[in-house]
């Protein structure tokens, strides 16, 4: 196999090598992490439906954060894996802000709201809002929790007091309850 191949370990060594130099302050090491990690990053953010845009303010965002502070990472996992779990947490944290701006901006004055007929107007949030309080309320919890405020499955089991795959179902059959009643 050729050094550095797809060898987990070698890769994993490689990539805490990165660490330590990277807490000497070495700028280059910051640079090598990110030619080897961010194509994967932004892969997966994207995939998790964020835009080209919100992709790079994240990358951004996590990259920042590591050269702040890479003795952050304990060494329980491969840093990859630590590099997604930071960049999951700052996406979260932009869509729970772009959710809450956007709810401010749905309380403002009603003159101030798209006309109902409007494409893309609030109409089909009203719809939206009325179908998410058709459902039980275990099902509005656990939809409400994951996919509007963004929450982990994790998150929201710790919230809710219930399973993780208690609140995996709950949230699947919501969304199913839901693309029915929209359709």
């Known amino acids: 196999m050729p050094?550095?191949?797809n060898n987990p370990d070698v890769k994993s060594s490689r990539d805490r090598r990165?660490?330590?130099r990277l807490a000497g302050g070495d700028p280059d090491a910051l640079r090598a992490l990110y030619d080897l990690h961010a194509r994967l990053l932004a892969f997966r953010l994207r995939r998790d439906g964020a835009s080209?845009?919100?992709?790079?303010?994240?990358?951004?965002?996590?990259?920042?954060?590591?050269?702040?502070?890479p003795g952050s990472f304990r060494g329980e996992s491969a840093v990859a894996g630590w590099l997604w779990g930071i960049a999951s947490r700052k996406y979260r944290m932009l869509v729970r802000s772009e959710v809450?701006?956007?709810h401010r901006e749905l309380k403002a004055s009603p003159d101030?709201?798209?006309?109902p007929f409007e494409e893309g107007g609030?109409?089909?949030?009203i719809d939206a809002s009325d179908a998410i309080g058709?459902?039980?309320?275990?099902?509005?919890?656990?939809f409400r929790a994951v996919a509007i405020e963004g929450m982990t499955v994790e998150e929201a089991s710790d919230r809710l007091g219930v399973p993780v795959g208690t609140v995996k179902s709950r949230v699947h059959r919501a969304r199913l309850a839901l693309r029915k009643e929209m359709l």
């Open 3 to 5: 050094i550095g191949g």
């Open 18 to 20: 990165l660490l330590q």
């Open 52 to 69: 080209v845009e919100e992709t790079e303010e994240v990358l951004q965002e996590t990259f920042l954060d590591v050269w702040r502070s």
């Open 100 to 102: 809450r701006m956007r």
């Open 112 to 115: 101030d709201l798209p006309r």
């Open 122 to 125: 609030w109409a089909v949030s």
């Open 134 to 142: 058709r459902l039980s309320q275990d099902l509005q919890d656990a």
